[in-house]
């Protein structure tokens, strides 16, 4: 099946500090990737949208110069928590949406997340 | 607005089945999902139906669909303790979005 990773897995932070995190389609070309944050027993919630050699499409109430996303390549998306605070903290998730032939082409695959500490 | 309610909390006998349930506000969903999270990890894809259908049945999986009352379920036959976790109902309003609107999670919880 198709696997999505993240890296690291698991991040802790000064207050201020900027941290990267990493989205990777393993197995297949993601033109289009997304980025959830889930708070503790809190469903989750779309960041932003990732397209490969575009600008992300932010949702409402994300501030894009906080959280910067860049899509470089068909298999790698990355998000930086710039000056991270401790409201930053979360659990922060990607997604890969895989298109293939025979594929249900609105299926979104996700990596395991991310979890982000700053102190 | 797009709204997805699940209830927060299952507690089921090895065996029994499982039954978890969701409802949606936006008639426009074209599919829905279901994913399931364990304890730190992300989420796993168990099925989706599209919105044509009734229901889909996939091993032990059932996957009811009502959409004149905008009801989703999700039907687990013969829970195991390796089913215990958080199951998110999900859909996707416009086929063109792509964005998933998450159900508030519930969890399941199976005891021997």
């Known amino acids: 099946g198709a696997v999505v990773s993240q890296h690291p897995s698991r991040v802790i932070c000064k207050s201020g500090t900027s941290v990267k995190i990493e989205c990777r389609s393993l197995?297949?070309?993601?033109?289009?990737m997304f980025w959830y944050r889930q708070f503790p027993k809190k469903s989750l919630m779309l960041m932003a949208t990732?397209?490969?050699?575009?600008?992300?499409?932010?949702e409402q109430g994300v501030e894009k110069d906080k959280f910067l996303i860049n899509h470089a390549s068909l298999t790698l998306s990355t998000l930086t928590v710039t000056s991270a605070h401790p409201e930053d903290s979360s659990f922060y998730i990607c997604?890969?949406?895989?298109?293939?032939?025979?594929?249900?082409?609105?299926?979104?695959?996700f990596g395991p997340g991310t979890r982000l500490l700053v102190l | 607005g797009e709204d997805v309610e699940q209830s927060l909390f299952l507690s089921v006998r090895e065996g029994d089945s499982s039954v978890i349930n969701c409802t949606y506000t936006?008639?426009?969903?074209?599919?829905l999902y279901w994913y399931k999270q364990e304890p730190g990890a992300g989420l796993q894809l168990l099925t989706y139906i599209f919105s044509n259908m009734d229901m889909k049945q996939d091993q032990r999986l059932t996957v009811l669909l009502n959409k004149k009352d905008k009801h989703l379920s999700l039907r687990i036959a013969d829970t195991q303790t390796g089913d215990s976790a958080i199951y998110f109902c999900?859909?996707?309003?416009?086929?063109?979005?792509?964005?998933?609107?998450f159900g508030t999670g519930t969890r399941l919880q199976v005891f021997p």
């Open positions: 997604s890969a949406r895989l298109r293939l032939a025979g594929v249900h082409q609105e299926t979104q695959y």
């Open positions: 999900a859909e996707i309003v416009s086929y063109n979005t792509d964005k998933l609107i």
């Open positions: 197995d297949f070309q993601a033109t289009t």
């Open positions: 990732s397209n490969e050699g575009s600008k992300a499409t932010y």
């Open positions: 936006d008639s426009s969903s074209t599919y």
